[in-house]
């Protein structure tokens, strides 16, 4: 009776222990938000980024954001040399995420935006410049994601660029 109860006690806490897990799951993309995790400490840590460190961040998008603010606290975030590689992995991360991020939600850079205007108020805007020009790049190409079809048109010599929302 003892063996049983020790075996289905096994069983259970390895069932358990599993489901936690839920960060080293790769459901729809190629990177677990584990090597996201690890890609940030890796190139904010060392201060320089590999081609694989880079593509982990172009196919991640949004989840990069949570990636930082799980990784670094608020005075690592605040120094100007972490805060200028911090800017470059979210511009990174939506470099191309019409093609490159292949998790949909992860396209919009909800949390991404949450974390530069945190960026902003941890430095007391004395980054305002840069954190401005960062956003500046960021919604264009989030917007050029959502696009069912985009286009120019031409109204006499003028070219207008359109999107059409899916």
Request: net charge positive.
């Given at each position: 009776m003892?063996?049983?109860?020790?075996?289905?006690?096994?069983f259970?806490?390895s069932l358990a222990?599993?489901?936690?897990d839920?960060q080293?799951?790769k459901?729809e993309?190629d990177?677990?938000f584990?090597?996201?995790k690890?890609?940030?400490h890796?190139v904010?840590?060392?201060r320089?980024y590999s081609g694989?460190?880079?593509k982990?961040?172009?196919?991640?998008?949004d989840?990069?954001?949570?990636a930082?603010?799980?990784t670094?606290?608020?005075?690592?975030?605040?120094?100007?040399e972490?805060?200028?590689?911090?800017?470059l992995?979210?511009r990174?991360?939506?470099y191309?995420?019409?093609?490159?991020?292949?998790v949909t939600?992860?396209?919009?850079?909800?949390?991404?935006?949450l974390l530069l205007k945190h960026?902003?108020?941890?430095t007391?805007g004395?980054?305002q410049a840069d954190?401005?020009?960062?956003r500046?790049?960021i919604?264009?190409?989030?917007?050029k994601?959502?696009c069912?079809m985009?286009?120019?048109i031409?109204?006499?010599?003028v070219?207008?660029?359109f999107c059409?929302k899916?």
């Amino acid at each position: 009776m003892r063996v049983h109860c020790l075996l289905m006690f096994v069983f259970l806490g390895s069932l358990a222990a599993a489901a936690q897990d839920w960060q080293g799951c790769k459901p729809e993309g190629d990177y677990s938000f584990n090597d996201v995790k690890a890609a940030v400490h890796r190139v904010t840590g060392s201060r320089m980024y590999s081609g694989w460190d880079e593509k982990t961040f172009k196919r991640s998008g949004d989840l990069v954001a949570v990636a930082v603010l799980k990784t670094l606290d608020d005075s690592e975030m605040a120094s100007p040399e972490s805060m200028k590689f911090v800017l470059l992995i979210v511009r990174m991360a939506f470099y191309c995420p019409q093609s490159c991020v292949k998790v949909t939600d992860d396209r919009r850079p909800r949390m991404t935006l949450l974390l530069l205007k945190h960026l902003n108020e941890i430095t007391q805007g004395k980054m305002q410049a840069d954190i401005e020009e960062a956003r500046q790049f960021i919604l264009p190409q989030a917007s050029k994601a959502n696009c069912q079809m985009e286009g120019i048109i031409y109204a006499n010599g003028v070219p207008i660029r359109f999107c059409t929302k899916g």
